[in-house]
């Protein structure tokens, strides 16, 4: 009888095993070395007078320059680094012709003026102005230095250094070097100068020039080597845009400093019997060939037009006095024969636009209507047309939109179940490149073209072993939080859960917290390894949760805005523990067996979670997160106790530790401080630290490890617990 019972307990487990050998081969399980191996474009520019687009393209820690041209947009690879280094590529500029290309090596110092060295590389690092050939070659070192403007004939880089420009040359030849020792600033100006922009010609540049309680918009001609002043008052001036042909130059003013503002900026008492002043209107005299109109009293902004061959400036609009919400306008364009800006009037930001030759009291037209954030955009070569990426009539995906820049009703370009963003709009007109994305398929570059939608993916080529079709496609939920407001996640299910079956899962809180996760791969690099990763875990068979709280963005302002969030009472935090409560209410998650994790402010939350409601969450890996708010650790305050180390005395669940000690973002001390706390309480915790690495790691052999290590964690400490 007995020797029976052991033959069916044989049985049996041979049946289990054969049901889980059966459930794991048709799910293909993967790596994450695979489901990390997709190259990452970025940085996506166009040409201007030529159809020809360039990239920065992320390949397994290896940062390169790609490019593609009419007719067959081939993608051709510009420079040879081929090393996980760390050394970052960024501010990707291209000459209107296509024919040359500028980027900076390097990434930004830090407090103290170190560049970042994650790979502790004996020789230190530094961060320059390089440029390459489209049409081959070597790319060359052009200068020490970040955020190059290239001219648009392609022939100069400009640069700031300590409140100077500086000019550069972008030729590069075998029997010639640029000396650096030698580097003078393009010109001498009193104040700080900057905000410099190319005109269309490449011969002058408009620059701003900053004398602190006004500023004035400077013009330089590179011809004859002459400074002048656009309409000099006493005002602030900022943002010079150019009209297309080069003659008129458009900017914002607004009112100059108080005696309060000066007198608190010195440091001084004020002196003397100070009185009202009130601008009235009339003519003001200026410096010679420069006439202007007054600044009529009582508007805080307007945006000025002047005419660089006949010295006059006038005043085109100016903000609506009734309307406060225009006083943050920071920064104009002009195309065709508008000026476009983008503003968050109501609940969503998007792009206006302002006739030049309408009259200041013109309601600014909404370009970009609709439920919904206009996010990133490109113009047409002739300035006619905006091409933008929004979420309208689609919340959590992205697509292109088209529209005039004097004003008409938008037409949707892009449809279905893609995520397209970054539209850089051809020469030609009849496509616009964007990052496309989806479910499934990494971002990738695409064209698309203008007149049908029709989008056809032209880079990068994903590697054999890439699990495209392992992929499960993420469904949004809607939950409502404790206090009534409700907010939307992507929950991403195993293929595989038999009924009855109880998996273990995991919640994924975003960074930020000005994020916003997406129905697909998302178009900025950490959150597009997050969703392989959130993946990853579903094929390995969690049921997992990536929860879009509340401060994010995609959901407007309201929502982006939300009352008593982060250090003023951490309101977040209650979408976190509503999205974990859910977790425990489904039937198949083991409510033990939830973990969280997160990167920067999702560390935040994570910790959050873990000294809130070790309850609830079981195991957590925070990656470089806050864990105190300010500086303060009186008890009493507002600040402390919405920190997770107010809770700490809770905090019993064990939790993977991992930070970059170089972090320019969360100070490092964080990680330290927290780790003391936890020691004291007998607090199982484990810990990677990265020496000399940065927030957002850049050597991609360490997102392996912290990856591999934090789905070993789990593995301990939910799925085989």
Known sequence: MIHNNRKWVVLIVVAIHLVLITNVSAQRQFTIEQILSAPFPFDLVSAKKADRIAWIEFDQGRRNIYTAAAPDFKPVRLTNFLEDDGED???????????????????????????????????????????????????????????????????????????????????HTSSSSFNEAGLKPLFRAFGSNGSFRWSPDSKKIAFVSNREDHSYIGIYDR?????????????????????????????????????????????????????AIRERPQQTATTPGIRQAAFKGGYTLTFWVADLETGEAHKFWHNPLEDPTFRSINSIQWEGNNVIFRLERENWRHYYSVPLYGGPDIIPV???????????????????????????????????????????????????????????????????????????QPLSVALVSSSSGRTQIIAPELPADFPLEEHVVPENIILTAEDGLEFNNQLFLPGDISPG??????????????????????????????????????????????VNYRAGIGYGREFRMAPNRGSRG????????????????????????????????????????????????????????????????????????????????????????????????????????????????????????????????????????????ADDFFNRFLRNR
């Open 501 to 546: 079956e109880r998996r273990p899962a995991v919640l994924f809180t975003h960074g930020g917290p000005g994020r916003q996760m997406l129905l697909g791969y998302h178009y900025m690099h950490f959150y597009h390894m997050a969703y392989a990763i959130n993946q990853y875990f579903a094929n390995q068979g969690y049921v997992v949760i990536s």
């Open 89 to 171: 590529l960024s501010s990707l500029r291209i000459s209107d012709d296509g024919s040359v290309i500028v980027f900076v090596r390097g990434h930004s110092p830090n407090r103290d003026g170190w560049i970042a060295n994650p790979s502790s590389n004996p020789d230190g690092s530094e961060r320059a102005i390089w440029a390459v050939s489209t049409r081959g070659g070597k790319p060359w070192k052009l200068t020490v230095a970040s955020s190059p403007i290239l001219s648009p004939d392609g022939n100069w880089v400009l640069f700031q250094r300590d409140g100077e420009i500086y000019e550069v040359p972008v030729e």
């Open 570 to 709: 951490s309101s977040e935090y209650q979408d976190v523990r509503a999205a974990g409560q859910y977790l425990q209410s489904r039937p198949d998650v083991d409510p033990d067996r939830i973990g969280l994790w997160g990167l920067s402010y999702g560390g935040i939350l994570t910790a959050m979670g873990l000294s809130r409601n070790s309850d609830i969450f079981s195991a957590g890996v925070d990656i470089a997160g806050v864990h105190l708010w300010g500086s303060s650790i009186d008890t009493s305050s507002v600040s402390y106790n919405s920190s997770s180390i107010a809770t700490v005395d809770k905090w019993t669940s064990p939790v993977l530790l991992i930070h970059g000690d170089d972090d320019r973002n969360v100070a490092f001390s964080q990680t330290t401080g927290l780790i003391q706390l936890l020691r004291q309480r007998d607090v199982h915790y484990e810990l990677i630290v990265f020496p000399d690495e940065v927030h957002d790691f850049l050597v991609f052999d360490k997102w392996l490890i912290t990856f591999n290590a």
């Open 223 to 275: 011809e004859i080597r002459k400074v002048t002043y656009v309409a000099p008052g006493v005002d602030r001036d900022a943002s010079p845009t150019w009209s297309p042909d080069g003659k008129k130059i458009a900017f914002i003013r607004r009112p100059g400093s108080s005696f309060s503002q000066i007198t608190a900026s010195s440091g001084q008492e004020p002196t003397g019997r100070q009185v």
């Open 366 to 440: 909404n370009l970009t209507p609709g439920e919904g954030i206009a996010e990133y955009i490109g113009f047409s070569s002739d300035g006619k047309y905006l091409y933008y990426s929004t979420n309208v009539g689609d919340i959590d995906r992205r697509h292109i939109w088209i529209t005039h820049t004097a004003g008409g009703i938008p037409f949707q370009l892009t449809k279905g179940e893609g995520i397209e963003t970054y539209p850089a709009v051809l020469a030609s007109g009849d496509k616009v490149a964007v990052l496309y994305a989806d479910a499934k």
